[in-house]
């Protein structure tokens, strides 16, 4: 099996990552990073199911995808009263065209696959059930933080290699983790809480710029070789 982030959404062309790090403006951009975060945590645990992390890794999953479904079910009902107040066919600007109620859907679909996952493990060898320090369950925001530096790492090599595409989606899926790390994490209802210190906050800040230089670079490097495949074939002169 490849990386998370080969089963990750692609990159978008146009995606930033600007700091200072803020919190999305609208609640669309919160939900869909929280999903593509619980897609790329997915992929992760799917690649180390020999571990005890991916016990953890799929719960974390699973748990993003239920905060994620309860803010979608907040848009569903938004829709449901601007209907009322604004007649049929009528759809919020920051909504897009996406459809909340199959949105909804697939998130639920998606959290019950991550909990039957971790079901599975919790079953096996994987889960110790003596009561060792063994038995400890990994916090799960560094849990996630050295994740998205194994990512990172991926992309590096990718970049090292010359295949920039892959060394951008690498570095795309590592900067979605710790950009969530830094927004979202705190509002995620955990015992303990998911807070980082001032340190913790500026090591990842740290992290983010590094890794944006990198995702940046690729992506420039990924132009020459795009248009190149533009360019018209030469054709053969006529004898």
């Not at 992390?53 to 994620?68: G, R, W």
């Not at 996406?98 to 971790?118: N, P």
Request: glycine share 6%; with cysteine.
């Amino acid at each position: 099996k490849g990386s998370g982030a080969d089963s990750a959404p692609g990159t978008p062309k146009a995606a930033q990552f600007n700091l200072p790090i803020q919190r999305p403006e609208s609640k669309l951009e919160r939900i869909l990073l929280l999903e593509k975060c619980a897609t790329i945590i997915d992929a992760q645990a799917s690649n180390q199911e020999d571990t005890s992390n991916a016990f953890c890794l799929y719960l974390f999953s699973a748990k993003l995808l239920e905060y994620c479904s309860r803010m979608i079910q907040t848009e569903l009902a938004s829709e449901a009263s601007g209907s009322c107040a604004k007649g049929p066919g009528s759809r919020d600007q920051d909504s897009g065209e996406i459809d909340f109620a199959e949105f909804q859907k697939s998130t639920l679909a998606k959290m019950e696959d991550q909990l039957g996952k971790a079901q599975t493990l919790a079953e096996t060898r994987l889960i110790p059930t003596d009561s060792s320090a063994n038995n400890t369950i990994p916090d799960p925001l560094d849990l996630i933080y050295k994740e998205a530096l194994v990512i990172a790492r991926k992309g590096a090599v990718e970049e090292i290699m010359g295949n920039y595409s892959g060394g951008a989606e690498s570095y795309f899926c590592a900067l979605n983790l710790l950009f969530f790390i830094c927004t979202e994490a705190k509002e995620i209802a955990f015992d303990p809480p998911l807070s980082l210190d001032h340190t913790e906050q500026a090591r990842v800040y740290n992290y983010i710029l590094n890794i944006q230089e990198r995702w940046c670079a690729c992506a420039q490097n990924m132009q020459p070789a795009a248009q190149k495949d533009q360019q018209p074939t030469p054709q053969q002169p006529s004898i």
